[in-house]
């Protein structure tokens, strides 16, 4: 079954998609990418959650959806946890025995960073992560360019999904730091699992390699031709099925 429902959190309503089955114990919180939303591959994310006796929220992290936080200049680690927790207080509401996190891309580092206050989540799945956001955008922009961004309080993000450009505030790069797996990874303890390509454009796959030994319980699967969206030409399947072997357990 499905459900569209709305929760209030302090920064305003948060939107999530609720796709539930009977009996299940678990839910798993789906958590996008940066300009994205709960509409795009969280939907068959949360279909195979399903599959496997899972339920599964599928929530927007800022009104590039349904919820209220605006993208231009609410658009910060610091206040999509403040979503992932309103979730999080909604899904103990009601009464589930374990909750997990899925993130992807940028979203894959807020649910890492939810994580590092949150020790009761049971798993911590991270599709394409950004793994330390400095070293992201400096690679990703150039060290000047960051630089100049971070001058100006303000950068023009394109995304390729809407093909249009935002005007968002700078401070979204600087307020990741604190949140590096670089620098964190040894705390989150719970069983984690990263799934990457070696063909993936945005984030560099090489990021993962380096920072997964320094996990105490986690494990990076590797897809060799995936893009970021970890499509092997148009392909989805051995993501999928990763996350099936995850969650399967």
Known sequence: MEEKIFMTGELGKVCGVLHTIKGAKEIVIIIHGLSSNKDTSAVQTAQILNELGIDAIRIDLDNQGESELDFQTGISIPNYIQQVETTLNYCKAQRYKEISLIGTSYGGLVAFAT??????????????????????????????????????????????????????????????????????????????????????????????????????????????????????NGDYSQGQNVLRDFFGK
């Open 115 to 232: 994580v590092l206050s949150h020790p009761e989540i049971k798993r911590l799945l991270m599709r394409a992560p950004v793994v330390d956001y400095e070293e992201h955008a400096n690679w990703l922009y150039g060290k000047e360019k960051v630089k100049e961004i971070i001058k100006e309080g303000f950068m023009e993000y394109y995304s390729p999904k809407k093909k249009t450009s935002f005007k968002i505030n700078a401070d979204f790069i600087t307020k990741s730091y604190p949140f590096s797996m670089k620098k964190n990874a040894d705390k989150v303890k719970i069983p984690t699992l990263i799934i990457q390509g070696d063909n993936d454009e945005q984030v560099n796959y090489k990021d993962a390699i380096k920072v997964i030994s320094t996990f105490p319980n986690a494990e990076l699967k590797l897809i060799q031709g995936a893009d970021h969206a970890l499509s092997v």
